[in-house]
Protein backbone atom coordinates (compact mmCIF):
# COMPACT_ATOMS: atom_id res chain seq x y z
CA UNK A 1 0.00 0.00 0.00
CA UNK A 2 3.01 2.52 0.75
CA UNK A 3 5.10 1.45 -2.32
CA UNK A 4 1.09 2.36 -4.39
CA UNK A 5 0.84 5.34 -2.61
CA UNK A 6 4.45 6.33 -2.88
CA UNK A 7 4.09 6.79 -6.80
CA UNK A 8 0.97 8.61 -6.13
CA UNK A 9 2.52 11.43 -5.02
CA UNK A 10 1.24 10.88 -1.24
CA UNK A 11 3.85 11.12 1.34
CA UNK A 12 4.18 9.15 4.39
CA UNK A 13 4.71 10.52 7.93
CA UNK A 14 5.94 9.14 11.31
CA UNK A 15 4.03 11.92 12.91
CA UNK A 16 0.19 11.25 12.99
CA UNK A 17 -0.41 15.44 13.60
CA UNK A 18 0.90 15.91 10.04
CA UNK A 19 -0.90 13.68 8.09
CA UNK A 20 -4.18 14.14 6.41
CA UNK A 21 -4.90 10.63 6.29
CA UNK A 22 -4.29 7.82 8.92
CA UNK A 23 -4.65 3.64 7.77
CA UNK A 24 -4.98 1.21 10.27
CA UNK A 25 -4.01 -1.92 8.85
CA UNK A 26 -6.21 -4.57 10.54
CA UNK A 27 -6.07 -8.07 11.52
CA UNK A 28 -9.56 -10.32 11.47
CA UNK A 29 -7.96 -13.82 12.24
CA UNK A 30 -8.86 -13.66 16.09
CA UNK A 31 -12.01 -12.19 18.58
CA UNK A 32 -9.13 -10.27 20.47
CA UNK A 33 -7.36 -8.99 17.32
CA UNK A 34 -10.59 -7.66 15.84
CA UNK A 35 -11.21 -5.59 18.81
CA UNK A 36 -7.55 -4.75 19.11
CA UNK A 37 -8.08 -3.28 15.49
CA UNK A 38 -11.53 -1.56 16.66
CA UNK A 39 -9.97 0.04 19.37
CA UNK A 40 -6.84 1.32 17.04
CA UNK A 41 -9.48 3.40 15.17
CA UNK A 42 -11.58 4.66 17.98
CA UNK A 43 -8.36 5.82 20.24
CA UNK A 44 -7.15 7.32 16.73
CA UNK A 45 -9.90 8.98 16.25
CA UNK A 46 -10.42 10.06 19.43
CA UNK A 47 -6.69 12.07 19.42
CA UNK A 48 -7.41 13.26 15.86
CA UNK A 49 -11.16 14.30 15.13
CA UNK A 50 -10.61 16.23 12.08
CA UNK A 51 -8.64 13.54 10.02
CA UNK A 52 -9.94 10.73 7.70
CA UNK A 53 -9.37 7.63 8.52
CA UNK A 54 -9.11 4.44 6.84
CA UNK A 55 -9.67 0.75 8.03
CA UNK A 56 -7.66 -1.53 5.78
CA UNK A 57 -6.73 -5.70 5.90
CA UNK A 58 -8.35 -8.02 7.17
CA UNK A 59 -10.98 -6.89 9.41
CA UNK A 60 -12.11 -4.70 6.60
CA UNK A 61 -12.65 -7.34 3.64
CA UNK A 62 -14.60 -9.49 6.52
CA UNK A 63 -17.00 -6.93 8.12
CA UNK A 64 -16.67 -3.92 5.60
CA UNK A 65 -20.62 -3.83 5.55
CA UNK A 66 -21.29 -4.55 9.26
CA UNK A 67 -18.09 -1.72 10.01
CA UNK A 68 -20.12 0.40 8.26
CA UNK A 69 -23.07 0.52 10.08
CA UNK A 70 -21.46 0.17 13.27
CA UNK A 71 -18.25 1.89 12.91
CA UNK A 72 -18.77 5.00 12.06
CA UNK A 73 -15.57 6.78 13.25
CA UNK A 74 -14.08 5.07 10.20
CA UNK A 75 -14.23 7.34 7.16
CA UNK A 76 -13.88 4.45 4.60
CA UNK A 77 -12.74 0.72 4.27
CA UNK A 78 -10.57 -1.26 2.05
CA UNK A 79 -9.85 -4.73 2.31
CA UNK A 80 -7.28 -7.52 0.97
CA UNK A 81 -9.09 -8.19 -2.58
CA UNK A 82 -6.94 -6.39 -4.69
CA UNK A 83 -3.67 -3.80 -2.92
CA UNK A 84 -3.28 -1.96 -6.22
CA UNK A 85 -6.79 -0.25 -6.13
CA UNK A 86 -5.39 1.59 -2.73
CA UNK A 87 -4.54 4.89 -4.63
CA UNK A 88 -8.11 4.89 -5.52
CA UNK A 89 -9.67 4.48 -2.13
CA UNK A 90 -8.13 7.13 -0.66
CA UNK A 91 -8.38 9.63 -3.53
CA UNK A 92 -11.81 9.21 -2.87
CA UNK A 93 -11.89 11.47 0.21
CA UNK A 94 -10.83 14.68 -2.13
CA UNK A 95 -7.61 15.26 0.23
CA UNK A 96 -5.51 16.81 -2.96
CA UNK A 97 -6.74 19.25 -5.25
CA UNK A 98 -4.84 17.09 -8.38
CA UNK A 99 -4.23 13.92 -9.15
CA UNK A 100 -3.52 13.67 -12.47
CA UNK A 101 -0.26 14.16 -14.63
CA UNK A 102 0.60 16.96 -17.09
CA UNK A 103 -1.35 14.92 -19.66
CA UNK A 104 -4.71 14.87 -17.60
CA UNK A 105 -4.71 11.25 -17.16
CA UNK A 106 -4.61 9.76 -13.26
CA UNK A 107 -1.14 9.48 -12.14
CA UNK A 108 -0.61 5.61 -11.85
CA UNK A 109 2.83 3.71 -11.34
CA UNK A 110 4.22 0.24 -10.23
CA UNK A 111 6.97 -0.13 -7.84
CA UNK A 112 9.33 -2.87 -8.07
CA UNK A 113 8.22 -5.01 -4.65
CA UNK A 114 11.77 -5.11 -4.09
CA UNK A 115 11.75 -1.58 -3.50
CA UNK A 116 9.02 -1.12 -1.60
CA UNK A 117 9.29 1.43 1.98
CA UNK A 118 10.19 -1.36 4.27
CA UNK A 119 8.22 -1.20 7.55
CA UNK A 120 10.43 -4.80 9.17
CA UNK A 121 13.06 -4.61 11.75
CA UNK A 122 16.65 -3.41 10.39
CA UNK A 123 18.60 -5.77 8.03
CA UNK A 124 15.81 -8.16 7.84
CA UNK A 125 12.89 -7.99 5.16
CA UNK A 126 9.58 -10.23 4.25
CA UNK A 127 9.23 -11.98 1.09
CA UNK A 128 5.39 -13.56 0.81
CA UNK A 129 5.28 -16.27 -1.87
CA UNK A 130 2.08 -16.95 -1.56
CA UNK A 131 -1.53 -15.75 -0.54
CA UNK A 132 -4.65 -17.34 1.03
CA UNK A 133 -4.86 -21.14 2.29
CA UNK A 134 -6.52 -24.39 0.24
CA UNK A 135 -6.18 -26.16 4.13
CA UNK A 136 -9.85 -26.58 5.51
CA UNK A 137 -9.01 -26.07 9.42
CA UNK A 138 -12.17 -26.34 11.50
CA UNK A 139 -10.85 -23.56 13.67
CA UNK A 140 -9.37 -21.16 10.84
CA UNK A 141 -10.84 -18.09 8.98
CA UNK A 142 -8.02 -17.30 6.54
CA UNK A 143 -9.50 -19.14 3.69
CA UNK A 144 -12.79 -16.88 4.16
CA UNK A 145 -10.85 -13.85 4.29
CA UNK A 146 -7.85 -14.31 2.22
CA UNK A 147 -9.45 -16.71 -0.49
CA UNK A 148 -7.58 -20.11 -1.89
CA UNK A 149 -3.76 -20.17 -2.63
CA UNK A 150 -2.34 -18.51 -5.37
CA UNK A 151 1.48 -18.48 -5.41
CA UNK A 152 3.81 -15.61 -6.86
CA UNK A 153 5.76 -16.71 -9.71
CA UNK A 154 9.36 -17.70 -8.92
CA UNK A 155 10.91 -15.23 -10.88
CA UNK A 156 8.98 -12.38 -9.44
CA UNK A 157 10.09 -13.49 -6.41
CA UNK A 158 13.77 -14.03 -7.13
CA UNK A 159 13.32 -10.43 -8.26
CA UNK A 160 12.67 -9.02 -5.36
CA UNK A 161 15.10 -11.17 -3.00
CA UNK A 162 18.10 -9.82 -5.26
CA UNK A 163 16.74 -6.28 -5.33
CA UNK A 164 16.39 -6.27 -1.37
CA UNK A 165 19.92 -8.00 -1.02
CA UNK A 166 20.90 -4.76 -3.05
CA UNK A 167 19.76 -2.61 -1.03
CA UNK A 168 21.37 -4.67 2.27
CA UNK A 169 19.04 -6.74 3.49
CA UNK A 170 20.93 -9.47 5.58
CA UNK A 171 18.07 -11.75 6.29
CA UNK A 172 15.10 -12.77 3.69
CA UNK A 173 12.29 -13.99 5.72
CA UNK A 174 10.18 -16.25 3.39
CA UNK A 175 6.43 -16.18 4.51
CA UNK A 176 3.25 -16.84 3.34
CA UNK A 177 -0.16 -18.70 4.80
CA UNK A 178 1.31 -22.13 4.01
CA UNK A 179 4.82 -21.92 2.02
CA UNK A 180 4.66 -26.20 2.43
CA UNK A 181 2.34 -25.87 -0.71
CA UNK A 182 4.09 -23.49 -2.89
CA UNK A 183 3.40 -24.51 -6.62
CA UNK A 184 4.30 -22.22 -9.50
CA UNK A 185 5.44 -22.72 -13.16
CA UNK A 186 7.30 -26.02 -12.57
CA UNK A 187 8.30 -25.04 -8.76
CA UNK A 188 7.83 -26.14 -5.50
CA UNK A 189 8.94 -24.74 -2.56
CA UNK A 190 12.45 -26.38 -2.93
CA UNK A 191 12.76 -25.66 -6.03
CA UNK A 192 12.55 -22.35 -4.94
CA UNK A 193 14.77 -22.41 -2.08
CA UNK A 194 17.67 -23.90 -4.54
CA UNK A 195 16.97 -20.88 -7.03
CA UNK A 196 17.47 -18.39 -4.11
CA UNK A 197 20.28 -20.53 -2.91
CA UNK A 198 21.98 -19.78 -6.16
CA UNK A 199 22.09 -15.93 -5.51
CA UNK A 200 25.65 -15.41 -4.38
CA UNK A 201 26.11 -13.15 -1.29
CA UNK A 202 26.54 -13.14 2.70
CA UNK A 203 23.33 -13.76 3.75
CA UNK A 204 20.44 -15.55 6.12
CA UNK A 205 17.23 -17.29 4.69
CA UNK A 206 14.20 -18.45 7.21
CA UNK A 207 11.30 -20.09 6.77
CA UNK A 208 8.23 -18.88 8.56
CA UNK A 209 4.91 -20.84 8.76
CA UNK A 210 6.01 -24.56 7.82
CA UNK A 211 2.75 -26.52 7.50
CA UNK A 212 3.26 -29.95 9.12
CA UNK A 213 0.79 -31.95 7.17
CA UNK A 214 3.44 -31.45 4.18
CA UNK A 215 6.52 -30.59 5.28
CA UNK A 216 9.15 -31.39 2.43
CA UNK A 217 12.00 -33.35 4.09
CA UNK A 218 14.18 -32.15 1.39
CA UNK A 219 14.72 -28.87 2.45
CA UNK A 220 16.96 -30.41 5.04
CA UNK A 221 19.17 -31.51 2.58
CA UNK A 222 19.27 -27.55 1.47
CA UNK A 223 20.49 -26.88 4.82
CA UNK A 224 22.57 -29.48 5.58
CA UNK A 225 24.85 -28.16 2.39
CA UNK A 226 23.92 -24.04 2.83
CA UNK A 227 24.21 -23.00 5.80
CA UNK A 228 22.58 -19.50 4.77
CA UNK A 229 19.04 -21.17 4.55
CA UNK A 230 18.79 -21.12 8.69
CA UNK A 231 18.01 -24.49 10.67
CA UNK A 232 14.97 -22.53 12.28
CA UNK A 233 11.40 -24.40 11.74
CA UNK A 234 8.51 -22.21 12.64
CA UNK A 235 5.93 -25.62 12.52
CA UNK A 236 2.07 -24.63 13.98
CA UNK A 237 1.48 -28.21 15.21
CA UNK A 238 -1.45 -26.88 17.28
CA UNK A 239 -2.48 -29.91 19.16
CA UNK A 240 -0.80 -33.22 21.02
CA UNK A 241 -4.44 -35.25 20.97
CA UNK A 242 -5.67 -37.84 18.34
CA UNK A 243 -9.31 -36.53 18.98
CA UNK A 244 -8.53 -33.37 18.77
CA UNK A 245 -6.50 -32.73 16.03
CA UNK A 246 -9.47 -34.78 13.75
CA UNK A 247 -11.48 -32.22 14.64
CA UNK A 248 -9.41 -29.45 13.88
CA UNK A 249 -8.98 -31.40 10.33
CA UNK A 250 -5.52 -31.62 11.27
CA UNK A 251 -3.98 -35.04 9.60
CA UNK A 252 -0.97 -35.87 11.80
CA UNK A 253 -0.89 -36.70 15.43
CA UNK A 254 1.79 -36.60 18.22
CA UNK A 255 3.75 -39.51 17.08
CA UNK A 256 3.99 -38.46 13.74
CA UNK A 257 5.05 -34.87 14.78
CA UNK A 258 7.34 -36.30 17.12
CA UNK A 259 8.97 -38.55 14.48
CA UNK A 260 9.37 -35.36 11.73
CA UNK A 261 10.78 -33.37 14.80
CA UNK A 262 13.56 -35.91 15.74
CA UNK A 263 14.05 -36.34 12.17
CA UNK A 264 15.04 -33.08 11.76
CA UNK A 265 17.01 -32.63 15.34
CA UNK A 266 18.72 -36.05 14.13
CA UNK A 267 19.81 -34.68 10.70
CA UNK A 268 20.58 -30.85 11.94
CA UNK A 269 21.78 -30.77 15.65
CA UNK A 270 21.54 -26.79 15.60
CA UNK A 271 17.83 -26.94 14.88
CA UNK A 272 15.73 -24.55 16.58
CA UNK A 273 12.07 -25.24 16.55
CA UNK A 274 9.08 -23.01 17.26
CA UNK A 275 5.24 -23.85 17.22
CA UNK A 276 2.04 -23.09 17.88
CA UNK A 277 -0.62 -24.88 20.36
CA UNK A 278 -4.20 -24.10 20.31
CA UNK A 279 -6.17 -25.05 23.58
CA UNK A 280 -10.02 -24.76 24.26
CA UNK A 281 -10.97 -25.99 20.83
CA UNK A 282 -14.75 -27.50 21.15
CA UNK A 283 -14.82 -30.78 22.83
CA UNK A 284 -11.02 -30.38 24.23
CA UNK A 285 -11.67 -32.65 27.91
CA UNK A 286 -9.16 -33.16 30.68
CA UNK A 287 -7.56 -35.96 29.26
CA UNK A 288 -7.41 -34.20 25.83
CA UNK A 289 -5.58 -31.40 27.39
CA UNK A 290 -3.57 -33.50 29.73
CA UNK A 291 -2.08 -35.65 26.48
CA UNK A 292 -1.42 -31.95 25.07
CA UNK A 293 0.98 -31.49 27.97
CA UNK A 294 2.66 -34.68 27.37
CA UNK A 295 2.95 -33.65 23.70
CA UNK A 296 4.72 -30.53 25.22
CA UNK A 297 6.73 -32.37 27.15
CA UNK A 298 8.48 -35.02 24.59
CA UNK A 299 8.75 -32.14 22.03
CA UNK A 300 10.49 -29.71 23.81
CA UNK A 301 9.95 -26.79 21.48
CA UNK A 302 12.44 -23.81 21.87
CA UNK A 303 9.58 -21.39 21.44
CA UNK A 304 6.06 -21.97 21.95
CA UNK A 305 2.98 -19.70 21.11
CA UNK A 306 -0.39 -20.65 23.40
CA UNK A 307 -3.79 -19.31 22.02
CA UNK A 308 -7.27 -19.65 23.34
CA UNK A 309 -9.84 -20.85 20.55
CA UNK A 310 -11.68 -18.00 19.46
CA UNK A 311 -15.14 -19.13 17.66
CA UNK A 312 -15.15 -17.56 14.10
CA UNK A 313 -18.28 -17.59 12.47
CA UNK A 314 -18.29 -19.20 9.00
CA UNK A 315 -15.78 -22.18 10.19
CA UNK A 316 -16.50 -25.76 10.29
CA UNK A 317 -15.86 -25.37 14.34
CA UNK A 318 -18.19 -22.76 14.78
CA UNK A 319 -21.34 -25.17 15.31
CA UNK A 320 -19.21 -27.84 17.23
CA UNK A 321 -20.55 -29.01 20.70
CA UNK A 322 -18.89 -29.30 23.60
CA UNK A 323 -17.71 -25.59 23.93
CA UNK A 324 -15.10 -25.12 26.11
CA UNK A 325 -15.66 -22.15 28.80
CA UNK A 326 -13.10 -19.34 28.23
CA UNK A 327 -12.25 -19.62 31.81
CA UNK A 328 -11.09 -23.14 31.37
CA UNK A 329 -9.53 -22.13 28.01
CA UNK A 330 -7.34 -19.37 29.90
CA UNK A 331 -6.40 -21.43 32.38
CA UNK A 332 -4.86 -24.29 30.06
CA UNK A 333 -3.31 -21.60 28.33
CA UNK A 334 -1.55 -19.87 30.95
CA UNK A 335 -0.58 -23.50 32.18
CA UNK A 336 0.96 -24.74 28.90
CA UNK A 337 2.91 -21.45 28.89
CA UNK A 338 4.24 -22.03 32.74
CA UNK A 339 5.55 -24.92 31.17
CA UNK A 340 7.24 -23.87 28.58
CA UNK A 341 8.98 -21.27 30.50
CA UNK A 342 11.41 -23.75 31.90
CA UNK A 343 11.89 -25.83 28.50
CA UNK A 344 12.95 -22.29 26.59
CA UNK A 345 15.08 -21.38 29.31
CA UNK A 346 17.12 -24.96 29.19
CA UNK A 347 17.09 -25.07 25.59
CA UNK A 348 18.06 -21.50 25.43
CA UNK A 349 21.52 -22.61 28.06
CA UNK A 350 23.04 -25.31 24.82
CA UNK A 351 23.93 -21.92 23.09
CA UNK A 352 25.90 -20.65 25.78
CA UNK A 353 29.77 -20.91 24.62
CA UNK A 354 29.01 -20.76 21.40
CA UNK A 355 30.11 -18.18 18.90
CA UNK A 356 27.94 -16.62 16.64
CA UNK A 357 26.82 -14.18 14.09
CA UNK A 358 24.27 -11.67 15.69
CA UNK A 359 22.57 -9.01 13.34
CA UNK A 360 22.25 -5.79 15.18
CA UNK A 361 18.76 -4.39 15.56
CA UNK A 362 18.64 -1.19 18.43
CA UNK A 363 21.25 0.93 20.45
CA UNK A 364 19.53 1.48 23.73
CA UNK A 365 20.76 3.72 26.46
CA UNK A 366 22.30 2.01 29.35
CA UNK A 367 20.69 2.04 33.39
CA UNK A 368 23.21 5.14 33.72
CA UNK A 369 23.00 6.88 30.64
CA UNK A 370 26.28 5.22 29.55
CA UNK A 371 27.34 2.07 28.33
CA UNK A 372 24.89 2.22 25.47
CA UNK A 373 24.16 -1.48 24.42
CA UNK A 374 23.30 -3.36 21.09
CA UNK A 375 19.74 -5.41 20.85
CA UNK A 376 19.76 -8.21 18.06
CA UNK A 377 19.08 -11.67 16.84
CA UNK A 378 21.10 -15.04 16.16
CA UNK A 379 19.20 -17.41 13.87
CA UNK A 380 17.61 -19.08 16.70
CA UNK A 381 15.64 -15.86 17.11
CA UNK A 382 12.85 -14.65 14.65
CA UNK A 383 11.82 -11.28 13.92
CA UNK A 384 9.78 -10.11 16.81
CA UNK A 385 8.41 -13.19 18.30
CA UNK A 386 11.32 -14.69 20.25
CA UNK A 387 13.96 -13.43 22.57
CA UNK A 388 17.15 -11.38 21.54
CA UNK A 389 20.53 -11.13 21.75
CA UNK A 390 22.23 -8.85 23.92
CA UNK A 391 25.56 -7.66 23.00
CA UNK A 392 27.90 -6.28 25.50
CA UNK A 393 30.97 -4.84 24.89
CA UNK A 394 32.95 -2.11 22.67
CA UNK A 395 30.96 -2.72 19.19
CA UNK A 396 33.29 -0.18 16.99
CA UNK A 397 32.29 2.93 15.60
CA UNK A 398 31.24 1.02 12.59
CA UNK A 399 28.30 -0.82 14.11
CA UNK A 400 24.89 0.02 13.08
CA UNK A 401 21.35 -1.46 12.76
CA UNK A 402 21.52 -3.95 10.50
CA UNK A 403 24.74 -5.23 10.77
CA UNK A 404 26.25 -8.19 11.66
CA UNK A 405 28.71 -8.83 14.69
CA UNK A 406 30.45 -12.36 15.28
CA UNK A 407 29.81 -12.67 19.10
CA UNK A 408 30.26 -15.60 21.48
CA UNK A 409 27.18 -16.34 23.82
CA UNK A 410 28.25 -15.73 27.27
CA UNK A 411 24.89 -16.51 29.32
CA UNK A 412 21.72 -16.80 29.25
CA UNK A 413 19.23 -14.11 31.26
CA UNK A 414 15.78 -15.47 31.30
CA UNK A 415 14.58 -16.15 27.57
CA UNK A 416 17.61 -14.10 26.27
CA UNK A 417 20.87 -14.32 25.11
CA UNK A 418 24.04 -12.22 26.45
CA UNK A 419 26.79 -11.77 23.88
CA UNK A 420 30.09 -10.45 23.82
CA UNK A 421 31.83 -8.98 20.67
CA UNK A 422 34.45 -11.01 18.67
CA UNK A 423 35.51 -9.53 15.03
CA UNK A 424 33.26 -7.58 13.87
CA UNK A 425 31.29 -8.19 9.88
CA UNK A 426 29.65 -5.62 8.07
CA UNK A 427 26.94 -6.32 5.17
Same mark, same amino acid.
Given at each position: ???????????????????????????????????????????????????????????? #?????????????????????????????????????? $???????? %?????????????? *?????? !???????? %?????????????????????????????????????????GQDICSYRCGGFG????????????????????????? $????????????????????????? %????? !????????????????????? +??? *???????????????????????????????????????????????????????? !?????????????? #???????? +????????????? *??????????????????????????????????????????????? #??? !???????????????????
Amino acid at each position: MMARLDCDGWISSRDAEDADLIIVNSCGFIESAKQESINAVLEWRKSYPDKKILLAGCLA #QRYKTELAESLPEADGFFGTDDISKITDAVNAFNLRED $NSDETGEP %HTCITPTGARPLLS *LPGSAY !VKISEGCN %HTCSFCAIPLIRGSMRCRTAEDILDECRRLLARGIRELCIVGQDICSYRCGGFGLVELLYAIGEIPGDFWVRLLYLYPD $NFPMRILDLMENDRRFLPYFDIPLQ %HGSAG !VLSAMNRYGTSESYLAMIGTI +RSR *LPAAVIRTTFLVGFPGETEDDFAALVDFQKKLRPDWLGCFAYSREEGTASYGMKGR !VSKKTAGERKREIE #QRQVAITE +RNMERFVGQTLDV *LLEEKLPGEDGRDDFWLGRLYCHAPEVDGAAVVVGETGAEAKAGAVL #QCR !VVARRGFDLEVGVGSFMQI
